[in-house]
C-alpha cells in the first residue's frame, strides 16, 4: 500500500514535470515565430529603406546632371 502510494506520488510529480516542460517548449515556441515574424519585418524594412536611398540617389544623380 504505501509503495502504491510513493509510486503515485512519483507518477505525479513525474507528470507535474512534463507539464511544465511542455509549456516551456510551448512558450519557446511561441518566442521563436515572434522573433522570426520580427525579423520578416526588419527585412522588409530594410528593403523598402534601401529602395527609398536609390530613389534618391537617381533623384540626385539627375539633378547634378
Excluded at 11 to 23: G, L
Excluded at 24 to 42: F, P, V
Amino acid at each position: 500500500m504505501e509503495e502504491k502510494q510513493q509510486l503515485e506520488e512519483q507518477m505525479r510529480a513525474v507528470m507535474d514535470k512534463y507539464k511544465y516542460k511542455r509549456r516551456q517548449i510551448r512558450e519557446l515556441q511561441e518566442d521563436l515565430q515572434t522573433m522570426s515574424n520580427t525579423l520578416d519585418n526588419l527585412r522588409r524594412d530594410e528593403d523598402a529603406y534601401a529602395d527609398m536611398v536609390d530613389e534618391k540617389k537617381v533623384n540626385i544623380d539627375s539633378f547634378v546632371q
